[in-house]
């Protein structure tokens, strides 16, 4: 099986979508990688990715051609990883914040939390405050989550949670920001809960928070 | 000599008084100098012209940019923008969704709903003493808008075709742009092209996709007047195809050494840059605008064919002495 996963690894690595997708039908023909495995392997191909940008390797059409790979693997592997983990439930209101129109990484963030089970809402870019408000209490959801790819909305972050606050509903909605651009310190001055740059922490802030709200 | 003469002595390669100052002053900083709101200004061309004029007589650098937005309302070659409650203009929707939506591509008409009128404003605000630059999108970046960042990037491999089809697509409206503002009275026209940064793209790439309309449009607009080529943060990888595009001036971002660049364009073509606008202007000190400023001249203005200016627009919560100190220590240290 860490054949496949490895195959499916360098695909996406490589920016090869179609040999990805081969790769995610091979992953369920096989029927034995469990979806952490999965996460695990797709985390670290898209570490590599990342450090080849860094170092200058890669650029942004190249990181481009990787995230489409996942994109396109991740919808076929989503109801394969949902039959095999769906413990982590949950209802979830996501978007790009109002000045923000990056949505890639949100969209791979989507697929990830549908394949473990949570119900997803996603409002797509460029949100306003009273959008994400009203969505939140139209679904009841347990948690926003806030996709900010840049520094410059650090201010909109702000405004929702003070209008969540004004509107009463901040106790009882957890709020995960997430985008490159974030750290800790960036999470604590804006006053989210928890903060996610990839897939493996925020599902691992995700399965934290639920936990939080359910104890 | 006046300001104005100032920046045409380097255009034409000579030694002027001291070296011209002209910041990138745009619709992120100028309306505050007016008092009014970013979003306001974007929305009425003669607000803006106001707060560029003022700007520029409150400072007193040499020259000022028409950054009327003419990608403002009510839209960018057809795609939809929200300006309202925005700092700067969004395009929110695109035009492009595949090659069949080529023949959407509208070539604006600059003159429409008066949209030249506040151009023609500033300028006559600057009179005959100062500089007016007008700006322009390149083909490429006019192609990334109406496809969308993210999806025009991603067809580098998904449709290169694509790619070169709707770059090519849109040099006439870099053309019908250009050539309005030089009938609005411009003395040189900025092209800005920061999508082709080595920050976003990589060398192969911009050759492959940016070079040759950068290349056809500069060839048209130049017999007009001069053509400033505005590339953001890293442009090194790519600064001597940029100097072969027919550019008269390469404006260049912070993470270029001066000193490099020189040596790789030789004096053909005229420097412009590059105080960091974000790390000195906005966020540092007196003292550092003074240092980067000194650092700056020492590395650019022997021999002339250099005009200081922050690499990229100032931002809209940069400190007043601090723009202050640019124009200062610019005039401190720009004498020849």
């Given at each position: 099986?860490?054949?496949?996963?490895?195959?499916?690894?360098?695909?996406?690595?490589?920016?090869?979508?179609?040999?990805?997708?081969?790769?995610?039908?091979?992953?369920?023909?096989?029927?034995?990688?469990?979806?952490?495995?999965?996460?695990?392997?797709?985390?670290?191909?898209?570490?590599?990715?990342?450090?080849?940008?860094?170092?200058?390797?890669y650029?942004?059409?190249?990181?481009?051609?990787?995230?489409?790979?996942?994109?396109?693997?991740?919808?076929?592997?989503?109801?394969?990883?949902?039959?095999?983990?769906?413990?982590?439930?949950?209802?979830?209101?996501m978007?790009?914040?109002?000045?923000?129109?990056?949505n890639?990484?949100?969209?791979i963030?989507?697929?990830?939390?549908?394949?473990?089970?949570?119900?997803?809402?996603?409002?797509?870019?460029?949100?306003?405050?009273?959008?994400?408000?009203?969505?939140?209490?139209?679904?009841?959801?347990?948690?926003?989550?806030?996709?900010?790819?840049?520094?410059?909305?650090?201010?909109?972050?702000?405004d929702?949670?003070?209008?969540?606050?004004?509107?009463?509903?901040?106790?009882?909605?957890?709020?995960?920001?997430?985008?490159?651009?974030?750290?800790?310190?960036?999470?604590?001055?804006?006053?989210?809960?928890?903060?996610?740059?990839?897939?493996?922490?925020?599902?691992?802030?995700?399965?934290?928070?639920?936990?939080?709200?359910?104890? | 000599?006046?300001?104005?003469?100032?920046?045409?002595?380097?255009?034409?390669?000579?030694?002027?008084?001291?070296v011209?100052?002209?910041?990138?002053?745009?619709?992120?900083?100028?309306?505050?100098?007016?008092?009014?709101?970013?979003?306001?200004?974007?929305?009425?061309?003669?607000?803006?012209?106001?707060?560029?004029?003022?700007?520029?007589?409150?400072?007193?650098?040499?020259?000022?940019?028409?950054?009327?937005?003419?990608?403002?309302?009510?839209?960018?070659?057809?795609?939809?923008?929200?300006?309202?409650?925005?700092?700067?203009?969004?395009?929110?929707?695109?035009?492009?969704?595949?090659?069949?939506?080529l023949?959407?591509?509208?070539?604006?008409?600059?003159?429409?709903?008066?949209?030249?009128?506040?151009?023609?404003?500033?300028?006559?605000?600057a009179?005959?003493?100062?500089?007016?630059?007008?700006?322009?999108?390149?083909?490429?970046?006019?192609?990334?808008t109406?496809?969308?960042?993210?999806?025009?990037?991603?067809?580098?491999?998904r449709?290169?075709?694509?790619?070169r089809?709707?770059?090519?697509?849109?040099?006439?409206?870099t053309?019908?742009?250009?050539?309005?503002l030089?009938?609005?009275?411009?003395?040189?026209?900025?092209?800005?092209?920061?999508?082709?940064?080595?920050?976003?793209?990589?060398?192969?790439h911009?050759?492959?996709?940016?070079?040759?309309?950068?290349?056809?449009s500069?060839?048209?607009?130049?017999?007009?007047?001069?053509?400033?080529?505005?590339?953001?943060?890293?442009?090194?990888?790519?600064?001597?195809?940029?100097?072969?595009?027919?550019?008269?001036?390469?404006?260049?971002?912070?993470?270029?050494?001066?000193?490099?660049?020189?040596?790789?364009?030789?004096?053909?073509?005229?420097?412009?840059?590059?105080?960091?606008?974000?790390?000195?202007?906005?966020?540092?000190?007196?003292?550092?605008?003074?240092?980067?400023?000194?650092?700056?001249?020492?590395?650019?203005?022997?021999?002339?064919?250099?005009?200081?200016?922050?690499?990229?627009?100032?931002?809209?919560?940069?400190?007043?002495?601090?723009?202050?100190?640019?124009?200062?220590?610019?005039?401190?240290?720009?004498?020849?």
């Open positions: 099986m860490s054949e496949i996963l490895e195959q499916f690894q360098l695909a996406v690595i490589q920016g090869d979508s179609d040999r990805s997708a081969e790769m995610a039908e091979a992953i369920i023909a096989e029927g034995k990688a469990t979806p952490d495995e999965i996460f695990d392997f797709l985390a670290e191909a898209m570490e590599v990715v990342g450090s080849r940008y860094e170092t200058g390797e650029f942004i059409p190249e990181m481009l051609r990787s995230a489409e790979s996942v994109e396109k693997a991740m919808g076929i592997l989503e109801p394969y990883m949902f039959e095999r983990r769906h413990d982590q439930t949950g209802v979830i209101v978007g790009t914040v109002k000045g923000d129109i990056h890639i990484g949100k969209n963030i989507v697929s990830a939390l549908r394949a473990s089970g949570y119900e997803v809402h996603d409002l797509g870019v460029n949100i306003s405050t009273d959008k994400f408000i009203n969505k939140v209490r139209e679904v009841n959801a347990d948690m926003l989550m806030l996709s900010a790819f840049t520094t410059s909305t650090k201010l909109a972050l702000i929702i949670i003070k209008s969540m606050e004004r509107e009463g509903i901040r106790d009882h909605v957890k709020v995960i920001s997430g985008g490159a651009s974030h750290s800790e310190e960036f999470a604590r001055e804006v006053g989210v809960d928890g903060f996610a740059k990839d897939v493996k922490s925020t599902l691992a802030v995700c399965r934290r928070l639920m936990d939080e709200k359910r104890a | 000599m006046n300001s104005r003469e100032r920046v045409l002595a380097v255009l034409a390669g000579e030694i002027p008084d001291t011209p100052i002209v910041p990138v002053v745009d619709g992120y900083y100028a309306p505050k100098v007016i008092g009014r709101a970013n979003d306001e200004c974007f929305l009425n061309g003669a607000c803006m012209a106001e707060a560029l004029a003022a700007a520029r007589e409150k400072y007193k650098y040499d020259g000022v940019l028409a950054e009327m937005g003419l990608g403002t309302p009510p839209n960018v070659l057809g795609c939809p923008v929200e300006v309202e409650g925005n700092d700067v203009p969004l395009v929110v929707d695109t035009v492009i969704g595949g090659r069949a939506d023949e959407k591509l509208q070539v604006p008409d600059p003159w429409a709903g008066g949209k030249m009128e506040p151009v023609k404003q500033l300028v006559a605000a009179g005959v003493d100062h500089f007016v630059l007008g700006s322009v999108r390149s083909p490429f970046e006019y192609a990334a109406v496809r969308g960042l993210i999806d025009f990037m991603t067809d580098f491999y449709d290169p075709e694509l790619v089809d709707l770059v090519s697509a849109c040099v006439p409206a053309l019908v742009v250009g050539k309005a030089v009938e609005a009275g411009v003395d040189a026209i900025v092209m800005k092209d920061s999508f082709v940064s080595t920050s976003m793209i990589s060398p192969e911009y050759l492959q996709f940016a070079w040759s309309a950068e290349v056809e500069i060839a048209v607009l130049k017999e007009l007047a001069p053509v400033v080529l505005h590339v953001c943060r890293n442009s090194m990888p790519i600064l001597t195809r940029m100097a072969e595009t027919g550019a008269a001036v390469l404006e260049i971002d912070s993470p270029v050494d001066l000193v490099a660049a020189r040596d790789a364009v030789g004096d053909k073509v005229v420097l412009k840059g590059n105080i960091d606008a974000a790390a000195v202007i906005e966020k540092g000190s007196v003292a550092d605008v003074e240092q980067a400023v000194r650092l700056a001249m020492a590395a650019a203005k022997p021999g002339g064919r250099f005009i200081l200016s922050t690499g990229d627009s100032i931002p809209v919560s940069a400190p007043e002495e601090n723009v202050s100190a640019l124009v200062e220590f610019g005039r401190k240290y720009g004498r020849y």
